[in-house]
């Protein structure tokens, strides 16, 4: 019955579209008036944020319909396709989260177990098969300072270790117990005490069991790791030695995700670029901040719906505009959620020259517009002529705040890249429905969003008689924008499309530790110090052992050469 409902939903949404389509086709010359555009906005972002569009995850059927939704908008307002075979459409592949294969299995003593009922693997854990003696090690948490020690008489060496997902009672608010809240930090002690595999149970019903969605990003361990529930975890408890075979069998699929293009043809020597993801969260199974039992539909209206429209509403507009010295790019991607898949995708591709590209201008979250926090620009360090054009384009009543780095973490940064000047348009993270089932349509400010729109309107215009606009670094001092677990940076720009072994470095920052290293981009970092990088997480892991001032010998690969550089950081 729920999936008749969802296909109900999904041809009544689509049929919609068609309806739409109809409509705006009968309108050459759209109205520009404020109430009009913001009828347009708030009827788009309330269907790409409904729930019948479930989050827009990257690699889902939703970001498809939401991916043709933008499309026929396109055609509707009669822009040609961006793409060099005739189509909307740009497609990029990326390993998805973990599946199940075939082979996972569980058996204790003579007791054969049911997948998802009485265990399942979990994202820190390796594909293989292991077979030995269980030894309860309590919290599996080992604290000198505090005398603590989980492992004490405990001898798991060629064992398997069950281990309490929780901490202590009364421990929780401790740093030096909280941190192995995170189960990756007992995997990482259970090992170095020799154990071949580990089972997490959950004997506090008032603590989460752990997540069965195997996390894209979690780097896997060395050895298989499951969670046992139900009769699994009981036989476990009861018994008073048990021989356990657990064997994890689990595989990443290829997905495919798409960037939409647009294109209008002035016949000019440079294009101006606009931009904005329009795929979110999904069911939040990946970077939310929602945390409760019960899974929910992350709409992300403000993120980044907005933006989206935002890019189809500067389409409408220049469609009809009198300036004509540049042509007009207008892109909306996917997968930024994911690490900015789709814009460095498109970066990376030879789908347009980008030498000819005159500068890019990004939407990110646009509707939260309020005068305490008025609208960010990032990126005014990336032109020497930014500060001027914003100084001198009329504002209204527009409060603007300027960030120089081109680096804030959105797509205007792949384009930063390739030594583009950029604009960042943003009105802030409204911290209390960022990447939570709460991002929705109806919390937006339309009318303030219009007013945005109708300012990067003007900026754009206010280029057009200035020719091409020259490229700076910017004071990169702001990096991702956001802060860290750790005290120390590399100084680069990890490439989050890479797929192998390692972390490959987009860009290194001038003066940095990796600049004064000599690491450049396009290295993959494989060793810091001991410490193996595997992909973005260990890589993280093994800064976070090192503090100002030390030194640490990173082993890099360049081309078909190893290299070993000495960092100071």
């Given at each position: 019955m729920k999936k008749n409902i969802i296909r109900f939903q999904t041809l009544t949404l689509l049929a919609f579209f068609v309806f739409v389509s109809n409509l705006f086709s009968q309108k050459t010359y759209p109205d520009q008036s404020d109430s009009s555009i913001v009828h347009r906005i708030k009827k788009d972002i309330y269907l790409l944020a409904s729930d019948s569009l479930q989050g827009r995850e990257t690699g889902t059927k939703y970001e498809i319909i939401a991916r043709d939704y933008i499309v026929s908008h396109y055609k509707e307002i009669g822009i040609a396709p961006a793409f060099k075979d005739?189509?909307?459409?740009?497609?990029?592949?990326?390993?998805?989260?973990?599946?199940?294969?075939?082979?996972?299995?569980?058996k204790i003593n003579s007791k054969i177990f049911k997948l998802q009922k009485d265990f399942y693997p979990l994202s820190y854990s390796a594909s293989g098969k292991v077979k030995g003696e269980l030894v309860k090690v309590g919290y599996g948490i080992v604290v000198p300072q505090k005398n603590y020690n989980d492992y004490l008489n405990k001898d798991v060496e060629g064992k398997i270790a069950v281990i309490e997902t929780g901490v202590p009672k009364g421990t929780i608010s401790d740093s030096l117990y909280a941190k192995y809240l995170q189960l990756d930090k007992k995997i990482d002690t259970a090992l170095a005490k020799g154990a071949i595999g580990i089972v997490f149970i959950n004997s506090d019903k008032s603590f989460p069991d752990p997540s069965t969605?195997?996390?894209?990003?979690?780097?896997?361990?060395?050895?298989?790791v499951i969670f046992a529930a139900q009769m699994a975890y009981k036989l476990i408890m009861d018994g008073t030695k048990n021989i356990a075979s657990i064997n994890v069998d689990l595989v990443k699929e290829n997905k495919t995700g798409y960037n939409v293009g647009a294109f209008i043809d002035n016949k000019a020597p440079t294009t101006i670029v606009f931009g904005g993801h329009y795929d979110h969260l999904g069911w939040g199974k990946e970077n939310s901040f929602y945390h409760g039992d019960k899974p929910m539909i992350h709409p992300g209206a403000d993120d980044n719906a907005s933006g989206t429209i935002a890019v189809v509403e500067l389409a409408r507009y220049f469609k009809n505009s009198a300036n004509k010295k540049n042509n007009y790019l207008f892109l909306n991607f996917s997968g930024e959620e994911k690490g900015l898949l789709g814009?460095?995708?498109?970066?990376?591709?030879?789908?347009y020259n980008l030498s000819t590209v005159d500068y890019m201008f990004n939407f990110d979250m646009l509707g939260k517009y309020d005068s305490t926090q008025g609208l960010i620009i990032f990126g005014t360090g990336t032109s020497s002529l930014w500060d001027t054009i914003i100084?001198?384009?009329?504002?209204?009543?527009?409060?603007?705040?300027?960030?120089?780095?081109?680096?804030?973490g959105s797509d205007q940064m792949s384009f930063y890249l390739k030594n583009l000047p950029v604009l960042f348009f943003n009105t802030g993270a409204d911290l209390e429905n960022y990447h939570l089932p709460s991002d929705k349509a109806y919390k937006l400010n339309y009318p303030g969003e219009v007013q945005v729109i109708k300012y990067i309107e003007r900026i754009a215009e206010r280029t057009d008689s200035l020719g091409k606009i020259p490229f700076t670094k910017s004071s990169?001092?702001?990096?991702?924008?956001?802060?860290?677990?750790?005290?120390?940076?590399?100084?680069?720009?990890?490439?989050?499309?890479f797929d192998g072994k390692g972390m490959r470095v987009e860009a290194v920052k001038d003066g940095k530790t990796a600049f004064k290293a000599g690491i450049k981009a396009g290295d993959i970092v494989l060793k810091i110090g001991d410490n193996e990088v595997l992909e973005m997480k260990t890589y993280m892991k093994a800064l976070g052992k090192y503090h100002k001032g030390d030194k640490a010998m990173v082993t890099i690969k360049r081309g078909e050469e190893t290299l070993v550089k000495e960092v100071v950081f």
């Open positions: 005739g189509s909307y459409l740009q497609a990029f592949t990326f390993k998805g989260a973990p599946v199940y294969g075939d082979s996972n299995f569980l969605y195997l996390d894209s990003r979690a780097t896997p361990s060395s050895v298989p814009s460095s995708w498109f970066t990376k591709s030879e789908a100084a001198t384009t009329p504002r209204q009543n527009l409060k603007i705040k300027k960030v120089k780095s081109g680096l804030e990169d001092s702001a990096g991702m924008g956001g802060k860290h677990s750790y005290s120390v940076t590399l100084g680069v720009v990890p490439d989050m499309t």
